[in-house]
């Protein structure tokens, strides 16, 4: 069972202390300020923002950060329906202290002391002078002004409009009266684009959410109880909701950043860690929360060890998620997702209102909720002279974004043109294709060899997860295959090639490790050398045109290794090359006789006739081993001459072919090579796979671009 900890006692107790923390309706009323005690408020000014003509409402205007501060009492007795953080004074104090845009601020205000309604706007000067919202535009979050009285909305929008500055709001709840003040007041006054935005997903609650998983269908809720077994297999699992005080706030987010970049985000460069600005506005926000009672700082911990984080804060009686992250150490239990659940069943126990995801509609949020409440953006172009410029330069972007979509479509047609031709190289996107197309092959004599081909979003744990799969499906299918691996793949992972080491041990299948760079080699041999007592029938790749690979020959030797030689993809940039042929050759005559078995990978017939011959006559167990795809009825004859039998590399995963389209006027002969795929997957599967329709020299060793497996 997981079990809950809000933190310590007196936590438990200053929430006691701190009804705001478990998120009232309201903020809660403070001293208001009288009139004239805001010392940088004057009335709203038309024209530059800095003209002297008055406004005709009762507009206030607070300029600058430095007497920002004094609008605070205001600006909390507001009690906006909704309340989001993004709408709090921290907040935009933070923002605008971390990002140095306290000179733009622009906080208009309607209504005498106190105000009715406040926006909270600041000027940009992207395309023309204009007044936004205030708040960091990376995060794209949903911004709105407070009010308690829609007609003083009214008011500040018609000061807008008599302003003469456009506007431009990135992301409006659909339901604010700000979206229809701002187009009652344009009327006859300028031009308003409102369009459709990205919705914000939110879950209402009910006393039935104190039990989240009732609400999950049979299979998600299966999974579920899967992802708890397999991380209380790893250790105690355990889930801490904690509601730190200030000075506690900075250890508390360094643990949650870490964790963080050790995710998917990581691999992306999208961390809070790497972020300088974003990370430091929410530190120093988080700071301030914590200082108000309503932060909230979410640890999942599996065996003591920290493998999924939420940061999020409880306002207007509602829970806010600002940030999370997960550990891909821990990617098989669904840490995230057993974290989520905790949160919800949390807040649905305090009675909160709602969950607000923030952010936009998710694949992962969907079983949770599907309630988005729509918003939009909001652009107005005065009949000023800053309204002109804005509206040429929208029109402008406008226009050229068409342009380029107009023009990216060739390149698009191109990459999905490659993505279909892959399907000559690669069995398919799915271990079951590979699988269908292994057994095809074994009834035709051929023995068969499975790669997985990683996607961009691949973790190392993912990787290993197919790895493993592979292993299962080859030995429940019986068939006469064996699972090639790829060190840098897994990062070159102790704990998980050992658990793929362990894994095709037991379950009889061999291990060959594919050949990548150069500067890779050392690591790789080192990490077979340890494998090596945990699973004996392990191979690794000699690229014929690595200098080195001459004496990674003897390391070969001294560990007893299978052998596949190949004249080598990737460029050794260290070393002078050795002329492919040559260099296999030599690879071929020092490891004859000492090693258990090799494999001769190569399309190129000459090379095929002499290696297999001289294997044959050394008395050394070998094979002609060629690439799914690639034409080899030149390298059969070689084969059948000396009675050798022949392997298949079938990949599966990512589709990617072994050429680029883009380099198609450098090299012409990658227009024949498309047709010629084209032509090919119009017939069957098997044929393609059988090589009938061979016969052009290998792309492989000319073709730049993507490439579907390491050798050639």
């Not at 024209?47 to 920002?68: C, D, K, N, Q, Y």
Request: glycine letters at 8%.
């Amino acid at each position: 069972m997981l079990r809950l900890k809000a933190g310590n006692s007196d936590k438990r107790a200053a929430l006691s202390r701190r009804p705001t923390a478990l998120g009232a309706d309201d903020v809660g009323s403070k001293t208001m300020v009288r009139a004239g005690e805001l010392t940088g408020a004057r009335p709203f000014e038309a024209g530059s923002l800095g003209s002297i003509e008055r406004s005709t409402t009762e507009v206030r205007a607070v300029r600058g950060l430095a007497h920002f501060q004094e609008l605070r009492a205001e600006w909390e007795a507001i009690g906006n329906p909704w309340a989001s953080p993004m709408q709090s004074h921290d907040w935009v104090r933070t923002w605008a202290e971390v990002y140095g845009t306290d000179r733009d601020l622009e906080i208009l205000s309607a209504g005498r002391h106190p105000a009715a309604a406040i926006a909270p706007l600041v000027r940009s000067r992207r395309g023309g002078q204009r007044l936004e919202l205030a708040g960091p535009d990376e995060l794209g979050e949903v911004m709105d002004f407070l009010y308690s009285d829609s007609s003083a909305v009214g008011e500040i929008a018609a000061a807008l409009v008599h302003s003469g500055t456009p506007l431009r709001f990135w992301r409006v709840p659909a339901d604010s009266p700000v979206v229809g003040a701002v187009k009652n007041a344009y009327r006859g006054r300028g031009i308003v684009r409102c369009q459709p935005s990205a919705g914000v997903p939110s879950l209402p609650f009910d006393e039935s959410w104190i039990d989240p998983e009732r609400h999950l269908d049979k299979r998600r809720r299966s999974n579920l109880r899967r992802a708890r077994r397999i991380a209380e297999g790893i250790g105690p699992v355990t889930a801490e909701i904690l509601a730190p005080e200030p000075d506690e706030v900075g250890p508390l987010l360094d643990e949650a950043y870490a964790l963080e970049e050790a995710g998917w985000k990581g691999r992306s460069g999208t961390p809070l860690a790497r972020a300088p600005l974003t990370g430091e506005f929410f530190r120093r926000y988080a700071t301030a929360a914590a200082k108000e009672g309503v932060l909230r700082i979410s640890f999942l911990r599996i065996g003591g060890r920290a493998a999924a984080m939420k940061l999020s804060t409880i306002t207007g009686n509602r829970f806010w998620l600002l940030a999370m992250g997960f550990s891909e150490e821990f990617e098989e239990c669904s840490p995230g997702t057993l974290l989520l659940m905790e949160t919800i069943r949390y807040a649905a126990r305090l009675g909160l209102r709602s969950y607000e995801f923030l952010g936009g509609d998710e694949p992962w949020i969907r079983p949770w909720t599907q309630l988005l409440r729509p918003c939009v953006s909001l652009r107005t172009y005065p009949l000023s002279a800053q309204g002109v410029v804005a509206l040429v330069s929208d029109a402008g972007a406008l226009v050229g974004a068409r342009v380029k979509s107009i023009a990216s479509a060739v390149p698009r047609a191109a990459r999905a043109l490659e993505r279909h031709n892959a399907l000559a190289y690669v069995a398919g996107p799915k271990l079951e294709d590979a699988v269908r197309e292994c057994r095809s092959l074994n009834e035709r004599g051929l023995r068969t060899t499975i790669g997985y081909v990683t996607g961009p979003s691949d973790s190392p744990r993912t990787v290993a997860r197919r790895y493993s799969t592979t292993i299962d499906a080859i030995a429940d299918d019986r068939i006469d295959c064996y699972v090639s691996v790829k060190a840098p793949e897994l990062r070159f992972s102790r704990d998980l090639f050992q658990q793929v080491a362990d894994h095709a041990d037991a379950r009889g299948v061999r291990l060959h490790f594919d050949a990548m760079g150069a500067g890779d080699v050392d690591e790789t041999f080192t990490l077979i050398s340890e494998l090596r007592s945990r699973h004996p029938d392990i191979g690794c790749t000699l690229p014929g045109r690595w200098t080195r690979s001459a004496a990674d020959a003897d390391r070969a030797i001294e560990l007893n290794l299978g052998v596949r030689i190949v004249k080598g993809e990737w460029a050794d940039r260290r070393e002078r090359e050795v002329e492919p042929r040559a260099g296999s050759l030599a690879i071929l005559d020092r490891i004859a006789g000492h090693v258990r078995h090799v494999a001769v990978g190569t399309h190129d017939p000459w090379l095929a006739r002499v290696a297999l011959r001289r294997l044959r006559s050394a008395g050394t167990p070998c094979e002609l081993e060629v690439l799914m795809g690639y034409p080899f009825q030149r390298v059969l004859p070689s084969a059948k001459a000396e009675g050798i039998p022949v392997r298949m590399y079938v990949p599966y995963g990512n589709l990617s072919p072994p050429y680029s389209l883009s380099q198609v006027t450098k090299k012409p002969r990658i227009a024949a090579w498309t047709i010629r795929d084209l032509c090919r997957i119009a017939k069957s599967r098997t044929s393609q796979s059988s090589g009938v329709a061979g016969g052009d020299p290998d792309p492989r060793s000319d073709a730049s671009g993507n490439s579907i497996g390491s050798e050639s």
